[in-house]
């Protein structure tokens, strides 16, 4: 069968493995890759077109690819697609902030032309997403590829950065723990002894820990010390000197310090958390990232999340927003296209709506909260462990387990809030059935980890079993 792949062995060298296995009963027709960092021998897959990441990004096809015969799509194949087009616009903010509508429309329209065209000449059987597509390129190429019925498989993160789950649809999850909800994830009661030994630590560290900050913000911090920011900053600057850019953006620069800056106007608008008083917490996410665009789907905007949310309080609840630590230090202080100016200002207009300290702890405000909201964020997650219900906007990896709502409007949310404020609580018996099940479909794998930090046997651990989800994927014959 036909496979094209989308940025599989990235940084995993050891997914070039799962290529070559596959190789052995199918034909690799696509692959697109970062290549710089993972170097290999092409010549290993003879007929494979191979598509530089960041040309993709770009939208500049690989020279053995002849475009001529590619058509401009029509209006009404355009309005086919158009379920996808704000996602698709607001997707460009993270490469291409810059681009009035009309030249992300001609961008749009040129990637609906190419991918299009290489879905007809190259006619996969199956597309191979190492994550939820997130960039416009692969973005455009899944809405295609829906579109047309052909068969998708795409992999995520889990509870851990070594555990990988796969889904056909990011929005509709893994269908196993779809189907398995429905039924109360079986009949069998679980004990946390029950479970495999990482699982066990990860529920307990999370159930039962006052501050158990996820492992990626501890990284974060520990990265961004001030002395490595301005190393960071030091080092971004070498292009701009090389091409003579420098003095124009350190005049930028100069007159940015003499305005107001994000931290100072959101502290300005902040107010101290009464935990007495009934109220949903909701964490703004970092952007521009996967887990809102495109796994937030259109509340990508979250200022459209806080208000469908506030519309649906009960009487007398608040919502307590906070700010993601990680915003500020990684854009400098900076506004950006997802934190414009008047972004937080338009937030505190919102009725019922309190700005908290970005420094008040998110473990202890969830404890207090009613719920926990969020388009696909962990807070949800972390709230269902701890024993509080979580309303999600989005499309994240754990959006079938006990206590999670999936809203998408005023109506859900309300139904939603009326039943916690009924007394509903996760039942953290069906928890450990969730995560007793989801520990035999999650498998050893890592998307981001280099394989020098591998040990052998995990290696091979690894590339075998991406290799048996791929495999399993496929359509039968």
């Not at 070039?16 to 290993?44: G, M, N, S």
């Amino acid at each position: 069968m036909k496979i094209l792949i989308d940025q599989l062995a990235d940084i995993n060298a050891e997914h070039i493995r799962t290529a070559e296995e596959l190789r052995k009963k199918h034909e690799i027709v696509y692959w697109i890759r970062i290549e710089e960092v993972v170097p290999f021998d092409k010549a290993l897959f003879p007929g494979t077109v191979f598509h530089n990441y960041h040309d993709a990004v770009k939208g500049i096809a690989p020279k053995e690819i002849d475009t001529s015969g590619f058509r401009p799509w029509s209006s009404k194949e355009i309005a086919a697609l158009s379920s996808w087009e704000s996602e698709v616009l607001a997707m460009m903010d993270k490469a291409h902030a810059e681009w009035p509508v009309a030249k992300r429309y001609d961008f749009y329209y040129d990637l609906l032309r190419y991918w299009g065209g290489v879905l007809d000449t190259s006619a996969p059987d199956l597309i191979v997403f190492n994550a939820p597509p997130h960039q416009v390129f692969n973005f455009v190429l899944y809405a295609i590829a829906k579109a047309r019925g052909v068969r998708t498989v795409i992999f995520d993160v889990t509870f851990r950065h070594d555990r990988l789950i796969s889904s056909e649809d990011y929005r509709s999850g893994n269908k196993v723990l779809s189907d398995a909800r429905e039924n109360g994830y079986g009949g069998k009661t679980v004990s946390i002894e029950d479970l495999p030994p990482y699982v066990q630590k990860h529920y307990r560290t999370l159930s039962g820990t006052p501050d158990p900050t996820p492992a990626y913000l501890t990284e974060f911090k520990r990265a961004s010390t001030p002395l490595k920011n301005l190393w960071r900053r030091a080092k971004s600057l070498v292009p701009h000197m090389k091409d003579g850019s420098i003095f124009e953006r350190g005049a930028r620069r100069f007159f940015k310090m003499l305005s107001p800056r994000l931290e100072d106007i959101y502290r300005k608008l902040q107010r101290a958390p009464d935990f007495d008083k009934p109220y949903v917490y909701l964490p703004l996410h970092y952007q521009p990232e996967c887990t809102t665009s495109p796994q937030g789907g259109r509340y990508v905007e979250q200022i459209l999340m806080i208000k469908t949310l506030a519309a649906a309080l009960p009487a007398g609840w608040e919502i307590y927003v906070k700010e993601h630590p990680a915003q500020w230090p990684s854009h400098w202080g900076d506004f950006t296209p997802q934190r414009y100016h008047g972004f937080y200002e338009e937030i505190a207009r919102i009725p019922k709506v309190r700005m908290v300290p970005i420094r008040t702890n998110t473990f202890t405000l969830c404890d207090h909260a009613r719920a926990t909201a969020t388009a696909s964020g962990t807070a949800a997650w972390e709230s269902i462990v701890r024993g509080k219900p979580a309303l999600i906007f989005g499309y994240p990896w754990f959006m079938h387990a006990p206590g999670i709502f999936r809203v998408s409007g005023v109506d859900d949310c309300k139904a939603a809030l009326q039943n916690i404020q009924d007394g509903y609580a996760p039942d953290q018996a069906q928890l450990l059935k969730y995560l007793a099940l989801l520990s035999t479909i999650v498998f050893p794998g890592t998307l981001s980890l280099p394989a020098d930090k591998l040990k052998d046997h995990e290696g091979e651990e690894q590339w075998k079993a991406m290799h048996r989800a791929i495999e399993s994927a496929l359509p039968s014959k």
